[in-house]
């Protein structure tokens, strides 16, 4: 397995155990010490673990994370993926503006209005792009 940047573990208390059934899960899905996101969210949905604790196992681990579900980064040679929408349905901007906290919204909640829309995720970051609003906190720790 291929470390990151040894930095990862040191955002936790000393002394964390890892899950040793998410540490197996995520070992299986390693490519080159990377996992996607879509691959942290189905190892949490398989042992029926939060998106936290798998995100906590991943930095126990120094695994980086790669192409975030909402194109905000992970992606070669360009990092992000997601691009401001050139408009936003006032339906969008709504569900947005309701679930915003402290200005920003969680990737959890993103994720959420693009269940209740029937929508791709990245069809939410975009319209948080076009409006200004920064994606925040990642589900896993990762931002």
């Not at 010490?33 to 879509?38: D, F, L, P, R």
């Not at 975030?68 to 969008?92: H, N, R, W």
Request: aromatic fraction near 4%; charge should be positive.
């Amino acid at each position: 397995m291929k470390a990151a940047q040894g930095r990862f573990k040191d955002k936790h208390p000393l002394g964390l155990q890892a899950d040793p059934a998410i540490v197996q899960a995520v070992e299986e899905r390693l490519i080159n010490g990377m996992i996607t996101c879509a691959d942290a969210t189905d190892i949490a949905d398989d042992l029926h673990k939060t998106m936290q604790q798998i995100g906590l196992v991943l930095d126990l681990l120094e695994v980086s994370l790669s192409k975030c579900q909402l194109g905000l980064f992970g992606y070669d040679p360009q990092k992000k993926i997601v691009k401001p929408a050139t408009s936003v349905v006032k339906e969008m901007e709504t569900a947005i503006t309701k679930k915003l906290v402290n200005g920003r919204l969680s990737c959890d909640a993103g994720w959420k209005i693009a269940l209740e829309l029937a929508l791709p995720k990245l069809t939410v970051s975009s319209a948080c792009e076009a409006m200004k609003i920064k994606i925040k906190p990642c589900q896993l720790g990762a931002f």
